[in-house]
T-cell receptor, first 113, second 115 residues
Framework: DTEVTQTPKHLVMGMTNKKSLKCEQH?????MYWYKQKAKKPPELMFV???????INESVPSRFSPECPNSSLLNLHLHALQPEDSALYLC????????????FGPGTRLTVT | DQQVKQNSPSLSVQEGRISILNCDYTNSMFDYFLWYKKYPAEGPTFLISISSIKDKNEDGRFTVFLNKSAKHLSLHIVPSQPGDSAVYFCAARVDYGGSQGNLIFGKGTKLSVKP
């Protein structure tokens, strides 16, 4: 099973809203990631959690707040977003232990109005 | 500055022929390379990878070749099928030290396989 699930699939939110994106994997992977992807661009790394600890934050604005409640779950809390934050948000996980391939979820298409 | 470059934005190939997708990189610290396939409105799907200590890895119709001296890798798909039509991303791993590291993605090449 190489499935990473993400909910919701689509999200429309206003600039004053608070919402959360959820990601789940049951492959026993030890690292989880959030990426942002704009149209016709490659995915850009936002955060990396390794063994449930935040190990990389790629200078992401504080209006994005990640959370890793346990080894299978990853959340991204959103607050006071801007229209330019509209994008496809991808979650990924990787096995660790010298295996670096990342398995991506289908993404959440976020529109900020 | 782009560390991973896919200089061909698109490639069109006849069904049954070979597709060759190319990727160049600049950072000699990359130690692992991967190819992903992406359909519209879906997340990237992992295809094949290669460690920097190897020069070839094969998995079914997919073969990745690595030329470290030229800082170049390529993905060969033989034979190409219409279902292979997608955007292909090359990615390289850089080690942050003791962790999973980070993947740097190229901009992608859109492959169209015509029946």
């Amino acid at each position: 099973d190489t499935e990473v699930t993400q909910t919701p699939k689509h999200l429309v939110m206003g600039m004053t809203n608070k919402k959360s994106l959820k990601c789940e994997q049951h492959m026993g992977h030890r690292a989880m990631y959030w990426y942002k992807q704009k149209a016709k661009k490659p995915p850009e790394l936002m955060f990396v959690y390794s063994y449930e600890k935040l190990s990389i934050n790629e200078s992401v604005p504080s209006r994005f707040s990640p959370e890793c409640p346990n080894s299978s779950l990853l959340n991204l809390h959103l607050h006071a977003l801007q229209p330019e934050d509209s994008a496809l948000y991808l979650c990924a996980s990787s096995p660790g232990l010298l295996r670096y391939e990342q398995y991506f979820g289908p993404g959440t298409r976020l529109t900020v109005t | 500055d782009q560390q991973v470059k896919q200089n061909s934005p698109s490639l069109s190939v006849q069904e049954g022929r070979i597709s060759i997708l190319n990727c160049d990189y600049t950072n000699s610290m990359f130690d692992y390379f991967l190819w992903y396939k992406k359909y519209p409105a879906e997340g990237p799907t992992f295809l094949i990878s290669i460690s920097s200590i190897k020069d070839k890895n094969e998995d079914g119709r997919f073969t990745v070749f690595l030329n470290k001296s030229a800082k170049h890798l390529s993905l060969h798909i033989v034979p190409s099928q219409p279902g292979d039509s997608a955007v292909y991303f090359c990615a390289a791993r850089v080690d942050y030290g003791g962790s999973q590291g980070n993947l740097i993605f190229g901009k992608g090449t859109k492959l169209s396989v015509k029946p």
